[in-house]
């Protein structure tokens, strides 16, 4: 079984439309995270989580709120969606601390497309 | 803000080439680098992670490097294969997150 996974894997909505996607972990990591990938701007970081009661706006925050339930969950919410949030979306993991282990893995992502 | 620039953009070779992919970053204030594969329609591999006080590490035909104080990191691939065709993505983590490159795009013909 994959160590991080998202679910779902693709999924078409149309605008104004709230959309939940999940992730879940079997790693044991504490630190969680969400990125969008768009073509020709790479990965950026929506929220992160470095633990169940923690949660901190990246650099693309708006239109977006997250959920730690769990230390192996980490949901993204977009509450009202629109068609610039489509996109490719992954969620990561990593291992706490800033030495030798903190290699961040990522799950399979979730295509998300807006009509 | 930091920043990461990856050249090429796109790179093509004939199989069993050796190659080298670059990695650029404004801000040498990093805790590590890492390098990715991403296959398409797929999720990121991570392939190398380089600490800031190393200065390489090697994987297989895998070989990166890192010069903190350039801004600086190159991956070389040994004897390239038609299954290392790929996007190769290098990202710097600084304080609590990593800033990714848009990645050089790989293709080894046979």
Not at chain 1, 73 to 95: H, M, R, V, W
């Amino acid at each position: 079984d994959a160590d991080v996974t998202q679910t779902p894997r693709n999924r078409i909505t149309k605008t104004g439309k709230r959309i939940m996607l999940e992730c879940s972990q079997t790693k044991g990591h504490d630190r969680m995270y969400w990125y969008r990938q768009d073509p020709g701007l790479g990965l950026r970081l929506i929220y992160y989580s470095f633990d169940v009661k923690d949660i901190n706006k990246g650099e693309i925050s708006d239109g977006y709120s997250v959920s730690r339930q769990a230390q192996a969950k980490f949901s993204l919410s977009l509450e009202s969606a629109i068609p610039n949030q489509t996109a490719l979306y992954f969620c990561a993991t990593s291992d706490s601390g800033t030495g030798m282990y903190n290699e961040q893995f990522f799950g399979p992502g979730t295509r998300l497309t807006v009509l | 803000k930091q920043e990461v620039t990856q050249i090429p953009a796109a790179l093509s070779v004939p199989e069993g080439e050796n190659l080298v992919l670059n990695c650029s970053f404004t801000d040498s204030a990093i805790y590590n680098l890492q390098w990715f594969r991403q296959d398409p329609g797929k999720g990121l591999t991570s392939l190398l992670l380089i600490q800031s006080s190393q200065r390489e590490q090697t994987s297989g035909r895998l070989n990166a490097s890192l010069d903190k104080s350039s801004g600086r990191s190159t991956l070389y691939i040994a004897a390239s294969q038609p299954g290392d065709s790929a996007t190769y993505l290098c990202a710097v983590r600084g304080f609590q997150k990593l800033v990714f490159g848009t990645g050089t795009r790989l293709l080894v013909s046979p």
